[in-house]
């Protein structure tokens, strides 16, 4: 079922339009406090917009426009897992699965049936007896994934599903989202951009609690139009007006690439470049490439196997011989280049 959300929630300055079309997952991204946990929050019912609407399919969940509609939480058809467990700490893992179940009527017996199937599609059949004070944290978190697909809702909401599982276990929990995921029409709340490159179809981005961009996860990563989805991406972002085959950016800063057909002369456009076609320098080399911007280092981190040199606004990967060839420190000027031919550019 689709799920079709605009939510104005004024006194966080959220206004938001979110869709998920059937059987897709969606990730929803972007910094701290853009608003991401306040949609999920009203997708679920667990606050109250002060307008809009939440359409799951043909049912209205929430309506404040003209007529007023709110349907409760757990009326919703909506699965919520979280970023802890949240299990019933008195309840077995069996129970804790048959709770949605039994809430909604079923029988005991028939409740159990259905947590045990649930439980094999988690890989936890051998966890029913356990008490979840007795689960380490990646077998809790299969456990309400378990849980939360056991009441066989219409729309999976996922919040931060990974972020309290340490880096050891959380790719094997990820594996399992990819698994039961897939034809469920899901609205996953994330930081990290393996989420969204692994699990989500389409991506929204949020900021300052309102939509910047959105679209299929690969574009958006490939060709990010804001600067958070280039920088989750590890791209260089410049914003700026197009002049000829130049964005001019911030502080007169000026970046020549390769503009994209639907670039039009004068309007908004962005220059995306990887850190790995900016070189760095000391002082301007000979014959440079067309774009060439002083800047002040801010910070310097290491890279898999290069250091990523940040500054305001660009961010170059270097070798760490070049690093110590440079010598270079925080507050250092440098001047950085990049050739146009690895600049994309298009309209923003
Ligand atoms: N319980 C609350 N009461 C009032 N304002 C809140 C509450 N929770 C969040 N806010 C505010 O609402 C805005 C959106 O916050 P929200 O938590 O939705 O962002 P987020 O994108 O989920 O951020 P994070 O990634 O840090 O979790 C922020 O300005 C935040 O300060």
Known sequence: MSLHATLRVPDRDVDVAVEVPT????????????????????????????????????????????????????????GLLAQDARLFPHLSVLDNVAFGPRSAGMPRGRARDRARHWLAQVDATELADRRPGALSGGQAQRVAIARALATEPHLLLLDEPLSALDVETAPSVRQLLRRVLAGRTTLLVTHDVLDAVLLADDVVVLDGGRVVEQGPTSRVLTHPRSSFA????????????????????????RVAGLVDDSSVEGMDAVAVFSPAAVGVYR?????????????????????????????????ADITPAALADLALTPGDEVVLTVKASEVAIYAG
């Open 23 to 78: 059987g897709r997952t969606v990730a929803l991204l972007g910094p701290n406090g853009a608003g991401k946990s306040t949609t999920l929050a009203a997708v679920a019912g667990l606050i109250r917009p002060a307008a809009g609407e939440v359409r799951l399919g043909e049912r209205i969940l929430f309506c404040a426009n003209g007529s007023s509609r709110f349907i409760p939480p757990h009326s919703r058809g909506i």
């Open 230 to 253: 280039a920088r989750i991406a590890g791209l260089n972002l410049v914003r700026g007006a197009l002049d000829g085959d130049v964005v001019v950016g911030p502080e007169g800063m």
């Open 283 to 315: 002082v301007a080399p000979q014959g440079s490439p067309r774009t060439e911007v002083r800047a002040t280092v801010t910070d310097l981190e290491p890279h898999g196997h290069q250091v990523r040199v940040h500054t305001a606004y660009l961010s």
